[in-house]
């Protein structure tokens, strides 16, 4: 049998037993009450009445005895005499009257009231002559008076008086034992229902107890099962198992016990297996860690060191028992550490990488006291709701070294590059001057001997005059490349009104090769002005310089965004470069084509070259013979 | 949780509606006392209006929620007839009173078209007499019979032997009918009498005391207010000796004051706590004490205001439970009050009649023994 039936079948029984023992109440009470109404709506009132009834036809057969025999009657006598006639009596018979109308009809005091009633009047009618027969002292000295009035008295007031009283006595025995009777009924009503809460009481605390154990035994047994179950499971044992009888709730706990432990069993196995699995990510983990170049550390908000590498062991000379659980400051020279405000911004900004010892010259402090240059990348990472520091260290004595070796190569070669471009600059310079001189003095020679000069020496002469000018003009190439971002100061430049200044001095040569030169909204950019000035006036020129026989220079210039830096692209329809040309072209002094066909030193697009990338861009050429050549260069935003 | 707040809603409403039917429809009832405060017989309105006071505080302090709370309004009537009506209307008229004691008769006759109309229920306190029985069905007298008090008198003369009565009488209906019951008396038992209507506020008696002295008269019946102080002073100064007889006023202070001692021995019909419930009267007056600082100088008035007040209150604290919804409640207590046929009071057992007099409170004869003390007279 189930718990819960057992439960509702024991409640049931107690229920039953409380049930008649309402009823059984509510029947007696009613009886009970029943009786109390009678006794309170007819005995007690009727009682009461005769009681006041009773004194009051005493009183009043007293106070007209007195009045006719004592002529010095109390003024307060007389008022009570009136006060009985006019006010007690009257309400008395109202009463009595109100009471039997209320009353069963056969009941006796309704039958007997008219009787009562009546002899009431009489005896009001009967007072109230007396009074008008006795008023003044003087009227007991009429015997006539006298006479009438103690025949009231002693016959009339007497006999109504007696009979008044006897049937008061009547009644009142009648309904002093119908009080009785009902008290006794009462107080037996009340006996039986003390009775019945008292029986019933005991048979409800017999059943309660005897249920009461028969359900805890039935409980309490497998709860017991139950509960060494749970205990072994608790110390381990997933094998224990559960056997209860029957097929009650708790038969049925104890086979979702069963299932339960079987289920921890499978879960527990399963967790051994991810806890295998975890300790072999964690060797992994550890093996990555100590296999890592960089000395690892591992260290909470407070800098307390949780976790190191080998490499660390090996960098700052610590074994791991000295330096867990110990402050990462121990690790930074005091130096460093008086400098509190640099240390703490690093340690105290999270959710960013952070890397120390590049520029901050940060330095290591190892066992022994020895300061190690190092450069440290912090890493704040949260580990099981805690904010942690992982710190990559890395020793930067070496690179210390060489990058000291780089920066000196580095001056050197400034300062040879100076050194060349001064001497460029010099050479250059310098030598114009003797070929200046030469180039007179063939002019002088040419004009003064003139007609002594014979046709070869004429010839010779103008050999030379013309490799002095060329060379001059290859000299004064070079001296303009050399002037390339020579004391150039970078600045925003707006492309639009350099080209267009740009075609402006470009006018002639575009008016008279009828050359067509497009440009859009091109971007304002940060550079230095005469030298991009002189790139695209050189790109322009070379673009109208080599088209094709017959075909007027179309030329177009644009440009492309490319986020860090912009492209520009001058497309020609010319004469184009044959590929393997194309490498060459950058190159100073480098001509495809003789004097005789294009005049010019070749030294334009090495200009090209030395301006881009003096603004940190690239140039190249995409170029087809006979079709046309496209220029792109790139120059840097920032 | 929206559905939950709608069903406690739901049930303060119908807690509400439940309880409000449950509600009194009459919640405060106003009633309003027109008395003599000053003037002329304050002994008849200051102490009966404290009297009245007391019971209506007693009530309310002790009441059901269920029960009504009653209101008193008191006004100085000055003992004047003419007074009453307008008093009475301004009664209506600022409290919308419902019940109106008055313990003037001639101010009890002069508004009784106006409580007819009202439906208001007057109720004289002090006086019962045939002329106020004969008024209207709205009027009700809880007090002494004024016929009856007054014949004590008469008898008294009567009993004493004495043949020659003068009978001075103040010009109102209580005294007119006070000195007719004792003229009436006399001319039945053979003793001559004539009753002398003074001016109201007279002050000199001598000439009429002369004259009645000169006929011989064996007893002089004051029957008036302090006024007549006066004129026993006066009596007494002629060197008349005949016993004086008083009305149930005698105790007024200026009456003694006026007299100078003269109202010495004046015997008078009067009422005291032995004359009523001893137990309820003399509880009665120490609570009057208490609450007022010092009893009464005449007990009978504030004593009769008290019953007639609380006979009311025992009616009209069942208003709510009682009286039917569409009857008036003026209609309901008139019919109420006629029902009382036994209310124990401090005046003794009281009964209200057909004609809404009421019956059981009887005076005694008393002689005033000293200034403010009159003592019960044995035969």
């Known amino acids: 049998m189930k718990i819960r039936t057992k439960l509702a079948l024991s409640f049931g029984i107690i229920i039953s037993i409380l049930f008649t023992e309402i009823v059984l109440n509510q029947i007696i009470s009613d009886n009970a009450t029943n009786t109390y109404q009678k006794l309170k709506s007819q005995a007690l009132p009727v009682l009461r009445i005769l009681d006041k009834y009773e004194s009051i036809n005493n009183e009043l057969f007293l106070l007209t005895s007195n009045k ?192 339960m432990t079987s289920s921890l069993r499978s879960n527990f196995e399963l967790i051994q297996q991810n806890n295998k699995e975890i300790k072999k990510q964690e060797e992994r983990f550890r093996k990555v860690i100590e296999a890592s170049p960089a000395a690892i ?77 190092i450069e440290i990348r912090l890493n704040f990472i949260e580990i099981n709701n805690q904010d942690m520091i992982l710190a990559s260290i890395i020793d930067i004595t070496e690179r210390r070294q060489q990058q000291a070796e780089i920066k000196k190569f580095v001056e050197q070669l400034k300062f040879k590059n100076k050194e060349l471009e001064q001497f460029s600059y010099i050479t250059s310079h310098d030598l114009q001057e003797p070929l200046r001189t030469v180039l007179s003095f063939i002019d002088l020679i040419q004009d003064d001997y003139k007609d002594k000069l014979d046709d070869n020496l004429n010839v010779y002469l103008k050999f030379i005059s013309d490799a002095s000018t060329r060379m001059s003009s290859l000299i004064k190439s070079l001296l303009d490349y050399s002037r390339i971002g020579y004391k150039g100061v970078v600045e925003q430049i707006d492309l639009n009104i350099l080209l267009d200044s740009v075609t402006a001095d470009l006018g002639f040569k575009i008016e008279h090769t009828n050359a067509e030169i497009k440009f859009g909204n091109l971007p304002t950019i940060n550079g230095f002005n005469l030298e991009l000035r002189l790139l695209f006036q050189n790109l322009i020129t070379n673009a109208i310089k080599f088209h094709k026989e017959g075909e007027n220079p179309k030329i177009n210039i644009s440009y492309e965004d490319k986020w860090t830096h912009w492209e520009f692209k001058i497309e020609d329809n010319g004469i184009g470069i044959r590929e393997e040309f194309q490498a060459k072209i950058f190159v100073i002094f480098q001509r495809l084509h003789n004097r005789e066909e294009y005049e010019g030193t070749g030294i334009g697009l090495s200009h090209c070259k030395k301006i881009v990338e003096l603004h940190g861009g690239e140039i190249w050429v995409n170029s087809q013979e006979n079709v046309g050549s496209s220029f792109h260069f790139t120059i840097p935003k920032i | 949780m929206l559905f939950k707040k709608k069903l406690v809603v739901l049930f303060m409403i119908c807690i509400t509606i439940l309880t409000s039917c449950n509600n009194p429809e009459v919640k405060e009832i106003n009633i309003g006392f027109i008395a003599p405060l000053t003037t002329r017989a304050t002994d008849l309105g200051i102490a009966p209006s404290q009297a009245m006071k007391l019971a209506v505080e007693k009530y309310n302090s002790k009441k059901l929620k269920s029960q009504p709370k009653i209101n008193l309004f008191v006004e100085d009537g000055k003992w004047e007839k003419d007074m009453a009506l307008p008093l009475y209307e301004k009664l209506r008229k600022e409290h919308n009173i419902d ?101 109201k506020d007279q002050t000199d008696f001598t000439e009429i005391l002369k004259a009645a002295q000169e006929e011989g008269t064996q007893a002089y019946v004051f ?100 009286k039917p919804k569409d009857e008036l409640l003026g209609d309901w207590l008139r019919n109420r009050l006629y029902n009382v046929r036994y209310y124990q009071g401090i005046c003794g057992n009281i009964s209200i009649t057909e004609d809404g007099s009421s019956r059981g409170i009887y005076f005694s004869l008393y002689k005033m023994e000293s200034e403010g003390k009159l003592i019960k007279i044995k035969r």
């Open chain 1, 297 to 373: 550390i591992l260290m909470d908000s407070k800098k307390k060191i949780s976790l190191i590498n080998i490499q660390t062991e090996k960098l700052f000379g610590y074994t791991r028992s000295e330096i867990i659980g110990r402050s990462a400051e121990k690790l930074i020279p005091s130096r460093l550490l008086k400098e509190q405000s640099m240390v703490d911004s690093i340690f105290s900004s999270e959710n960013k990488i952070d890397t120390l010892g590049i520029e901050q010259n940060f330095y290591g402090l190892t066992k022994e006291n020895k300061e190690v240059p």
């Open chain 2, 223 to 322: 029957f008036g207010y302090k006024d007549f102080g006066f004129a026993m002073k006066q009596a007494r100064d002629l060197g008349i000796e005949a016993p004086f007889f008083g009305s149930t006023v005698l105790l007024d202070p200026d009456f003694y004051k006026y007299s100078e001692g003269a109202i010495i021995g004046t015997e008078c019909p009067f009422f005291s706590t032995l004359d009523g419930n001893y137990i309820l009267a003399s509880e009665f007056l120490k609570d009057f004490e208490k609450r007022f600082g010092e009893e009464p100088v005449s007990v009978w008035p504030p004593m009769q205001a008290y019953d007639a007040m609380n006979i009311v209150i025992n009616e009209l604290k069942n208003v709510n439970e009682d």
């Open chain 2, 99 to 199: 019940v109106v004691f008055i313990s003037n008769t001639d101010g009890t006759v002069a508004i009784q078209d106006r409580i007819m109309e009202d439906g208001v229920i007057a109720v004289n306190p002090l006086n019962s007499d045939k002329l106020l029985s004969s008024l209207n069905k709205n009027t009700f007298k809880i007090a002494k019979s004024t016929e009856e008090a007054n014949k004590i008198v008469g008898v008294r003369i009567i009993e004493l032997g004495l043949k020659k009565a003068i009978i001075l009488q103040y010009p109102n209906d209580f005294m007119t009918i006070a000195a007719n019951s004792v003229s009436e008396i006399l001319n039945e038992n053979g003793v001559e009498n004539k009753i002398l209507k003074v001016a």
């Open chain 1, 68 to 259: 006719v025999y004592n002529k010095n009657l109390p003024l307060s006598s007389q008022n009570r005499l009136n006060g009985i006639l006019e006010v007690e009596l009257p309400y008395l018979k109202t009463e009595l009257f109100l009471l039997s109308e209320n009353l069963e009809k056969d009941d006796e005091i309704t039958q007997k009231s008219p009787e009562i009633i009546e002899s009431t009047n009489k005896l009001i009618e009967y007072g109230s002559k007396l009074n008008s027969l006795l008023v003044l002292k003087d009227d007991y000295s009429n015997p006539v008076s006298v006479e009438l009035a103690t025949k009231i008295v002693e016959e009339d007031i007497s006999n109504l008086h007696d009979k008044l009283n006897t049937d008061l006595l009547l009644l009142k025995i009648k309904y002093g034992n119908l009080l009785e009777e009902y008290q006794n009924e009462f107080s037996q009503n009340l006996k039986s229902l003390s009775n019945i809460i008292l029986i019933t009481g005991i048979l409800g605390i017999l059943f309660g107890i005897i249920l009461a154990i028969l359900v805890i035994r039935s409980i309490s047994k497998p709860i017991q099962a139950l509960n060494n179950g749970a205990l072994r499971v608790s110390s381990g044992d997933y094998e224990v198992g559960i056997h209860l009888k029957g097929k009650d709730e708790l038969a049925s706990l104890g086979d979702s016990f069963n299932i």
